[in-house]
């Protein structure tokens, strides 16, 4: 998709017949953990995470400026944001082979733990003078345990990647990286704090 940053923002004014098809992007989850994790003898839910309205969309979010949101034309994310961190964390937590069981609330596991997030931030940023966005993605998560719901740890984490270029693809890439670091930090952290009761 050979297309600079400027052409690629969504706000045209003009009236356009038919919109063209949007490109879909996918993120993936994290596969190489700490070799030291512990293993851990308790069944974890992943909540979805909260998102404000502006990165609870489909849309690639990119600021111009620290007061609007706008959006790359023609592309977007498989899935809502918060709902793509949630089936990544998911997934990166039984690449670690350490947890008995995990999953969403929806399919109806008796957790010991549920993590909860804000994904506070999921966008590209673009300094003044810089047609190369910076990507940013910025998740804080609690360790709730069960069925007592008491918060045994919370904690933030964030994560910075210059994209190589304009182009969707290496902003996509970008979001990669960033949101990878982001999922191994928060399951290693899990798994180290998260600890089952003395019977």
Not at 58 to 74: C, F, G, M, Q, S
Not at 129 to 142: D, Q, T, Y
Request: hydrophobic share 45%; with cysteine.
């Amino acid at each position: 998709m050979a297309l600079g940053t400027a052409s690629m923002l969504a706000g045209c004014n003009g009236i356009i017949p038919q919109a063209p098809p949007s490109n879909i992007y996918t993120l993936s989850p994290k596969t190489t953990f700490h070799a030291d994790l512990p293993n851990a003898d308790w069944q974890l839910v992943i909540e979805e995470p909260y998102a404000a309205g502006g990165l609870d969309t489909h849309r690639i979010a990119i600021l111009t400026n620290p007061y609007e949101v706008k959006y790359y034309a023609d592309a977007r994310w498989a899935e809502r944001a918060p709902r793509m961190v949630q089936t990544l964390l998911v997934e990166s937590f039984e690449n670690t082979r350490k947890i008995v069981a995990v999953g969403r609330q929806s399919i109806g596991l008796r957790s010991d733990f549920n993590l909860k997030s804000e994904l506070r931030e999921f966008q590209a940023e673009l300094k003044e003078g810089s047609p190369v966005p910076e990507i940013l993605v910025a998740l804080n998560a609690k360790i709730i345990a069960q069925p007592r719901q008491q918060i045994v740890a919370s904690a933030s984490f964030e994560k910075r990647v210059r994209a190589r270029d304009p182009q969707i693809l290496a902003v996509v890439a970008a979001f990669d990286e960033a949101l990878g670091d982001v999922l191994r930090e928060v399951v290693q952290w899990t798994l180290l704090t998260a600890r089952k009761p003395e019977a």
